[in-house]
C-alpha cells in the first residue's frame, strides 16, 4: 500500500529525531499490519463491540442461529472474548489475537465473529482486552443500547478513535423491540448524526435479536464482506491512515524553509581560524619580497636578514597543501564561544518550525559539528593561495637601479682618479660639463640620488600591491573558511530540515 510504505518512510525518518513513546504507536501499528498479513490473510475477523446490556451475545446467537454466546443479566455479561470461526480452523490467527473461547459454526469459510468484553465492565481487564482486539481485527460492529446509544464510553474510546476507519466500520441499534418504532426513527436519526459528526458515513442497521428484525440483513452483510477479502486492506490503510495522524499530531510542526545563511558564522570563523593573522603575514611577505627585489641595492641585501612572517606559519609554500599543517595559533576561547554562539543562533532561527524533540536532537548535534567545523579551518588554509609573482615593473626596476648605481661607481671612479692626479701633481685632464656640473659630480650624485628616490617611489608601490595581495589573500580564505562551515554545517543542517520536510510530506501522504 503506498500510504503503509509512506508511514515506513516517515518512520526511518524520525527514528533518530522524536522519541520512542512518540514513535511508538505508530511502529506498533505497523508490526499488528505485519503480523495479521502474515495470518490467515483469506480470513475476515469481524468484532463486536458494545456496553453491558446492548445484546451483543444474544445477536452473535441470533447471527449464528444457534446458542453459543453466553447470556446473562449479571454485570459484567461477557467476561472474555468469545470467537465463531465458520468452517472451523485459524487457530495460529486466534493464538495471535489471544482468544481462548472459540466455537465452530456451519457456513462458508472466511468469517471469524467475536464477541468482546463489554466496553464499560467493571473489571479492567475486560476493558483492557476489548481495546487490544478492536486495534487488531479487521471489522468493526458498535452494538448500540436504543436507550443508552450514546454512552460516553463507547463513543469516546471505541468510536471517535476509529474516525478513520468508515469503510471497516459501522453501527448496529440492537434491541429495537423494546422502542416504539416513531421513538426508534428518532434513536437511528440522532445515532447517525452522531457518527456524521465524527466523520464517519453514520451507516446504522437496526436490529432485535428476539424478534429477528435485520439480523438476517446483518448476517448477509458480513458474509457479504467476508467473502469481498478486502477488509483486511481496508482496515490497514485506515489504520495506518490513523497512526499516521496521531503522529503528526503527536510532533506538530510546519514546513521548514530550508534556508540557511551561513554569512554570520563564517564572520565568526574567520576570526576564530585566524585570517587576520595570515592577512598581516601576507602584506609583511609582500612588502619583504619587494624590498628584497626593487629596494637601492646598497641596502636591499639587509631585507635577506628579516624573518619572513609566512614562514613563521608555515604558509610560504609555492605548492599549497590541505595535508599540511599551519603555525597558526589556536582560537581563543572568546572567538570559540563567537562561532558556537553564532552557530546556535543559526540553528535556532533555522528549527523554529520543527516540534521540540527533533530541535533537541539538532541542537545536541551543534557541539560536535563546531568542533568538526573549527577542526578543519588550519588545513583550509593551509590550502590556500597565499602569494603571487612578482609584477614585471619588479624587473625593470632592477635594472634601472643597477644602471643608476653603475653611474654613481662610474662618477665616484672619475672623481677618484682626479683626486689621486692632484695627489701625484700631475696635470688634469680637461673635464666634461653637464651645464655647470661636471660629468663625474653629475654621475655620482644622479646614481645615488635617483637610487634613492626610485627605492623610495618602488617601495610606495610595493606596500600598495601588499595591501592587495593581502586583501585577495582575505578573500580567498574567506572562501575556503566558508567551504568548510557549508560542508560540515551549514550542509548537515540542511539535511536536517530537508528530512523534517520529508518526514512531513510522508506522514501527509499517509495520512490520505
Known sequence: MVNEQALRRALAIGEHHLPAEVMGPAREALDRLDERARLEPERTVVALIGATGSGKS?????????EIARVAAIRPTTSRALALVSGGGAEALLDWLEIG??????????????????????????KATTQRLADAVDVLVWVLDPEKYADAVLHKEFIEPFATHGEVAFAVVNQSDRLREEDLRAVVADATALFRSYGLPGDVLVTSARTGEGVDALRERLLQIARQRSARAARATADVARA??????????SHATGSVSSEPIVAASARAAGVGIVARA????????????????????????????????????????EL????????????????????????DGAT?????????????AMDERVDHTLAGFDRAIAGVEL????????????????????????????????????????????????????????????????GVGLGILAMVAV????????????????????????????????????????FRSALAEASD
Open 101 to 126: 473461547e472459540r466455537a465452530e459454526v456451519p457456513g462458508e469459510e472466511g468469517l471469524i465473529l467475536l464477541d468482546l468484553p463489554d466496553v464499560d465492565s467493571v473489571i479492567v481487564a475486560h
Open 352 to 364: 523554529a518550525a520543527l516540534p521540540q524533540a527533533w530541535r533537541a536532537t539538532v541542537n545536541a
Open 244 to 253: 499516521a495522524r496521531a503522529l503528526r499530531q503527536a510532533a506538530q510542526g
Open 463 to 502: 606596500r600598495a600591491r601588499a595591501r592587495r595581495v593581502s586583501q585577495r589573500a582575505v578573500a580567498r580564505l574567506t572562501a575556503a573558511i566558508a567551504g568548510v562551515v557549508n560542508e560540515r554545517f551549514t550542509t548537515p543542517l540542511g539535511r536536517e530540515l530537508s528530512e523534517w520536510n520529508e
Open 387 to 450: 602569494t603571487a609573482p612578482g609584477p614585471r615593473w619588479w624587473t625593470a626596476a632592477r635594472w634601472l637601479h643597477w644602471l643608476l648605481l653603475g653611474c654613481a661607481i662610474v662618477g665616484a671612479v672619475w672623481l677618484a682618479g682626479l683626486a689621486m692626479l692632484g695627489y701625484l701633481a700631475l696635470p688634469e685632464p680637461g673635464l666634461p660639463m653637464l651645464g655647470p656640473i661636471p660629468w663625474p659630480t653629475a654621475l655620482l650624485l644622479g646614481g645615488v640620488l635617483g
Open 282 to 321: 601576507v602584506q609583511g611577505s609582500t612588502i619583504r619580497a619587494g624590498r628584497a627585489s626593487v629596494g637601492w641595492p646598497v641596502t636591499r641585501w639587509l631585507a635577506r636578514f628579516r624573518p619572513d612572517p609566512l614562514k613563521r606559519l608555515h604558509l610560504d609554500r609555492e605548492a599549497p597543501s
Open 324 to 347: 599540511v599543517r599551519t603555525s597558526l595559533p589556536g582560537a581563543s576561547p572568546i572567538q570559540e564561544s563567537a562561532v558556537r554562539s553564532e552557530a546556535y543562533r543559526v540553528v
Open 58 to 66: 444474544s445477536l452473535v446467537n441470533a447471527i449464528a442461529g444457534q
